[in-house]
Nanobody, 122 residues
């Protein structure tokens, strides 16, 4: 019933940048936290980044610190993840998720997007 719509994925070369967007549809998520996870082939789902909707608090996984930036636009109910200096190891399906509190745990999120494929070629 609650829908998170992701966009911005694609195929790029190593060193390029992408920006993923996650827009909340049919519900106001201003009181929720937003997280980003990714899942590569034959790998477990990995925490990437999380933020409050206000952007006052952010947290990043070790593998993306210094390269990825999460931010939000409350007026548009949209959260963004800017991904710079992309590496082949970043290739994965990226999922946005919303929950009541900012956390690195998958179980802490109630709503999930459909996933966006990001492919980084060397």
């Amino acid at each position: 019933q609650v829908q998170l719509v992701e966009s911005g994925g694609g195929s790029v070369q190593a060193g390029d940048s992408l920006r993923l967007s996650c827009a909340a549809s049919r519900r106001d998520f201003s009181n929720y936290a937003m997280g980003w996870f990714r899942q590569a082939p034959r790998k477990d789902r990995e925490f990437v980044a999380a933020t409050t909707w206000s952007g006052a608090m952010t947290y990043y996984g070790d593998s993306v610190k210094g390269r990825f930036t999460i931010s939000g636009d409350n007026a548009k109910n949209t959260v963004y993840m800017q991904m710079n200096s992309l590496k082949p190891e970043d290739t994965a399906v990226y999922y946005c998720a919303a929950g009541p509190m900012m956390t690195i745990r998958e179980s802490g999120y109630d709503y999930w997007g459909q996933g966006a494929q990001v492919t980084v070629s060397s």
